[in-house]
T-cell receptor, first 110, second 114 residues
Framework: RKEVEQDPGPFNVPEGATVAFNCTYS??????FFWYRQDCRKEPKLLMS???SGNEDGRFTAQLNRASQYISLLIRDSKLSDSATYLC???????????FGKGTTLSVSS | DTEVTQTPKHLVMGMTNKKSLKCEQH?????MYWYKQKAKKPPELMFV???????INESVPSRFSPECPNSSLLNLHLHALQPEDSALYLC?????????????FGPGTRLTVT
């Protein structure tokens, strides 16, 4: 299994839709996980941190399944402004750095 | 508003030039990072500084030379670069070193090597 693996998409959804992204990871000892959002030609910005089973922030919900070693990000009531690339990020085996997934591209249309 | 700043925003340099990228963070973090990002790829880790000491060098060519003058500043000195080094260079910082803490990124320097 690769250290971090994401479905690259693109996911094309209409406004108001619910969309979910999955991410699998190989380091079973990981205790923390992150979702970053990156707009075109901009820096990655932290969207959510996940330290236990999950986290919710408004329309965004992240869930962690340690047994299956995957993390999901659910976006409800999609907005045009949600269009971006979503990066799944987990610690490396040594716990010394973060490993970025290749990203999932979301395009929300009106 | 980001609390990690980077200068310059854009840089065009020839293969014989020497230039430096600068990063400053105002978050009290003690770990700072340099990443390189090519179009449609995720950020690739280059260097990690932990308490102002270089702790990770991801086999980066010596034409890239990092420097951490103090806990708030991080530089990347560039010399004799190649066109394939053209990319977005991102600086990030985090609380005590280690991957359990969120990293915050600066806006990046978009570098073009001609």
């Amino acid at each position: 299994r690769k250290e971090v693996e994401q479905d690259p998409g693109p996911f094309n959804v209409p406004e108001g839709a619910t969309v979910a992204f999955n991410c699998t990871y190989s380091n079973s000892a990981s205790q923390s996980f992150f979702w970053y959002r990156q707009d075109c030609r901009k820096e990655p910005k932290l969207l959510m941190s996940v330290y236990s089973s999950g986290n919710e922030d408004g329309r965004f919900t992240a869930q962690l399944n340690r047994a299956s070693q995957y993390i999901s990000l659910l976006i409800r009531d999609s907005k045009l402004s949600d269009s971006a690339t979503y990066l799944c990020v987990v610690p490396n085996q040594a716990g010394t750095a973060l490993i970025f997934g290749k990203g999932t591209t979301l395009s929300v249309s009106s | 508003d980001t609390e990690v700043t980077q200068t310059p925003k854009h840089l065009v340099m020839g293969m014989t030039n020497k230039k430096s990228l600068k990063c400053e963070q105002h978050m009290g973090h003690r770990a700072m990072y340099w990443y390189k990002q090519k179009a449609k790829k995720p950020p690739e880790l280059m260097f990690v500084y932990s308490y102002e000491k270089l702790s990770i060098n991801e086999s980066v060519p010596s034409r890239f030379s990092p420097e951490c003058p103090n806990s708030s500043l991080l530089n990347l000195h560039l010399h004799a670069l190649q066109p394939e080094d053209s990319a977005l260079y991102l600086c990030a910082s985090s609380h005590p070193p280690g991957s359990g803490y969120e990293q915050y990124f600066g806006p990046g320097t978009r570098l073009t090597v001609t």
